[in-house]
């Protein structure tokens, strides 16, 4: 598994319900005088994305695991060996776990991942995305953000539709 590309994407339901629901936004920050906080939704958002490619030899990821490793020494030792965040191996061979085989940890959370392009919340308004590099590889870069942008609003909200995209700096394209 290597990194794909990293960029933020904006993106905009390309409907006249979206139009309208953005225009009264307008109006009432332009009646307070001042512009209001929105969260992602339906109609427009911004999300971060950091893309990993899977390659055809590796088994697309299944299974997203959340592990919390307890003390303050962990970080002093994690600044002394580093981690590598994309290296595929067995969990055995991986030198995070074996670093850190002795530290105090907790499992918080499991959950599944299913699909060609596995979609994983990383906070407000930040997502990492797993995509099998075969069915990326032929796409461009907004071809790409519009995939994204497609499954990371029907996976949250429940809604297909087509979308307006434009991606920001950060890309790994523009370096």
């Not at 319900?17 to 906080?37: G, M």
Request: proline share 2%; with cysteine; hydrophobic share 40%.
């Amino acid at each position: 598994m290597q990194q794909l590309d990293e960029f933020t994407v904006e993106y905009f339901q390309n409907n006249d319900e979206a139009k309208k629901v953005y225009e009264e936004i307008q109006k009432i920050e332009r009646e307070l005088n001042k512009p209001l906080k929105m969260g992602n939704n339906e109609y427009f958002g911004r999300a971060h994305t950091t893309i990993y490619a899977v390659n055809d030899e590796e088994k697309f990821p299944s299974l997203l695991v959340l592990l919390v490793l307890h003390g303050e020494d962990v970080l002093d030792h994690l600044m002394d060996l580093g981690a590598d965040f994309s290296k595929t191996e067995r969990l055995e061979s991986l030198d995070f776990v074996k670093n850190f085989s002795k530290e105090p940890a907790s499992l918080v959370n499991l959950d599944t991942i299913d699909g060609d392009l596995a979609i994983v919340e990383n906070g407000v308004n930040s997502i990492i995305c797993f995509v099998n590099f075969n069915k990326a590889k032929s796409l461009n870069q907004e071809q790409l953000a519009q995939w994204i942008v497609r499954e990371y609003v029907q996976k949250h909200f429940q809604v297909e539709g087509e979308y307006i995209v434009k991606v920001l700096s950060n890309s790994l394209f523009d370096l």
